[in-house]
């Protein structure tokens, strides 16, 4: 059983940074690291992942503004969000994936962003 806290939410303004960051119970490696949102009354969307082989992944919406890394020793993945916008505005959820009977998810972290 892994337990996964996302951590660095908040609030922000348009054009803003912020890092959202993974805490994992034990090391990571191996195990595809995945971020997804959910914004009101949407649903639940993948917006990056990285693999053990570091190949990345990121939505369309994200592309050449949010990096998705991780630190496997310390079981850490991290999600760094540049020129925020309004619609990034959603939970943010961690999710580390082995396979589809494998995965676990963290209860998430609310990221607010206005004009």
């Known amino acids: 059983q892994v337990q996964l806290v996302e951590s660095g939410g908040g609030s922000a303004r348009v054009g803003a940074s912020m890092r959202l960051s993974c805490t994992a119970s034990g090391t990571i490696f191996g195990w595809t690291l995945k971020w997804y949102r959910q914004a009101s009354g949407k649903g639940r969307e993948?917006?990056?992942?990285?693999?053990?082989?570091?190949?990345?992944t990121y939505a369309d919406a994200v592309k050449d503004r949010f990096t998705v890394s991780r630190d496997n020793a310390k079981g850490m993945g991290y999600l760094q969000m540049n020129n925020l916008k309004v619609d990034d505005t959603a939970i943010y959820f961690c999710?580390?994936?082995?396979?589809?009977?494998?995965?676990?998810w963290g209860p998430g972290t609310q990221v607010t962003v206005s004009s």
């Open positions: 999710n580390l994936y082995w396979n589809c009977l494998e995965e676990y």
């Open positions: 993948l917006v990056a992942s990285l693999n053990q082989r570091a190949t990345t």
